[in-house]
């Protein structure tokens, strides 16, 4: 089954640092998708990056893709207390959205 | 409008009740979703409905019963409930890709059921 491995667990840093996030895959897809969480509430889209794109950007976001090593990275720059959440990686493949284990991200005033 | 609700925010019941949940979104979305959330864990698929019609169970035990009465509401029936099913609930929605190469998806606030 698509099970989805992200890394680091739990990411700590400064504002103004960039943070960087790892997800890899197993199965084919035919798109990866970033969501963020606050809390236990709601998730929240991020950005979303199709099998044959290998890098995207929104705002501070930068989204890489690569199909050979079937992993993702997603790169949060000059971050902020703001983007303290859980960030998770989803791969859709077979009509289902299957997602990463997440990664905790806290960013520090 | 670009907001799925979800009612109620927080359940509590008891192994014998019966309840239901509620989502409801007005994007035109076809697709719609219900995941469950444990605590510091992904979300995991329960049930798809594509065009009003359930598309994808994802071997859900029969004590949850979804319902799609329209394109805009989705409903989860809750019966005989055990106290492992205590989690987060998540309704989804998305345009429908007829390419299959599927979208965003947008989520719900979530529901979070207590079963006691």
């Known amino acids: 089954s698509q099970q989805g491995e992200e890394d680091p667990q739990a990411l700590s840093i400064q504002e103004g640092e960039n943070a960087t996030m790892n997800c890899s895959y197993k199965t084919s897809i035919n798109n990866l998708q970033w969501y963020r969480q606050n809390s236990g509430r709601g998730l929240v889209h991020l950005i979303l990056i199709r099998s044959n794109e290998r890098e995207k950007h929104s705002g501070r976001l930068r989204v890489t893709l690569d199909t050979s090593k079937k992993s993702s990275s997603l790169l949060i720059t000059a971050s902020r207390a703001a983007d303290t959440a859980s960030y998770f990686c989803?791969?859709?493949?077979?009509?289902?959205?299957?997602f990463g284990e997440g990664t905790q991200l806290t960013v520090n005033p | 409008d670009t907001e799925v609700t979800q009612t109620p925010k927080h359940l509590v019941m008891g192994m014998t009740n019966k309840k239901s949940l509620k989502c409801e979104q007005h994007m035109g979305h076809r697709a719609m979703y219900w995941y469950k959330q444990k605590a510091k864990k992904p979300p995991e698929l329960m049930f798809v409905?594509?065009?009003?019609?359930?598309?994808i169970n994802e071997s859900v035990p029969s004590r949850f019963s979804p319902e799609c009465p329209n394109s805009s509401l989705l409903n989860l029936h809750l019966h005989a409930l055990q106290p492992e099913d205590s989690a987060l609930y998540l309704c989804?929605?998305?345009?429908?890709?007829?390419?299959?190469?599927?979208?965003?998806?947008?989520f719900g606030p979530g529901t979070r059921l207590t079963v006691l």
């Open positions: 409905y594509s065009y009003e019609k359930l598309s």
């Open positions: 989804a929605s998305s345009q429908i890709d007829m390419g299959l190469s599927g979208n965003e998806q947008f």
């Open positions: 989803a791969m859709f493949s077979g009509s289902r959205l299957t």
